[in-house]
């Protein structure tokens, strides 16, 4: 997913329903371009986390239950 660098709100589903099962959320990775967390992790289907973004880069993310296994994206913003 990419955007422009002006303020871009977008929904990430940590709860989407995926062969992994279990509970699921959304961390910022170390590399990532800004720091951010949805919280608690959540096992309801339909749960969201909405983030803005302004700040140009790679904005990545891990499910902290199934980072093992590789369940992690990027929302590249930019200038």
Known sequence: MSTKAR???RRIAPSRQTDNGGAHNVVSADES????????????EGA????????????????AP???????GAIVVEE
């Open 33 to 44: 371009a800004a720091e951010f967390q949805s919280g608690e992790v959540v096992a309801s």
């Open 7 to 9: 303020e871009r709100r």
């Open 66 to 72: 199934h980072q093992a296994v590789g369940m992690h």
């Open 48 to 63: 969201t986390f909405e983030r803005g973004f302004r700040t140009p880069g790679a904005h990545l993310y891990y499910c």
